[in-house]
């Protein structure tokens, strides 16, 4: 079992920046992928941005170049930081984890750009 705590939504202006960090109750190390979905009222669940515990990170589209997800294994967390933020962007930013092809899901955060 794999506790996920996020934390870091809140509300923000087009072109502004937030931190999402997401806290996993178990060692960092033990876990094979940690990552970001998020989901629009309406839309589906997308994928936002992942990262493979050999290191390699994959980002959607249309975030690459303006969110960076980063993994603190020691820290049991994974961040995602989100630059140059869009009125698209506004969502519930879900954490995610795969462990021993176990899915795990946080609660969410919730991330609103608005002018």
């Known amino acids: 079992q794999v506790q996920l705590v996020e934390s870091g939504g809140g509300l923000v202006q087009p072109g502004e920046s937030l931190r999402l960090s997401c806290v996993a109750s178990r060692s960092g190390f033990s876990i094979d992928t940690m990552g970001w979905y998020r989901q629009a009222p309406g839309k589906q669940r997308e994928m936002v941005a992942i990262s493979e515990r050999a290191g390699s990170n994959i980002y959607a589209d249309s975030v690459k170049g303006r969110f960076t997800i980063s993994r603190d294994s020691d820290k049991n967390t994974v961040y995602l930081e989100m630059n140059s933020l869009k009125f698209e962007d506004t969502a519930v930013y879900l954490c995610?984890?795969?462990?021993?092809?176990?899915?795990?899901w946080g609660q969410g955060t919730q991330v609103t750009v608005s002018s």
């Open positions: 995610y984890a795969e462990l021993s092809r176990t899915h795990y």
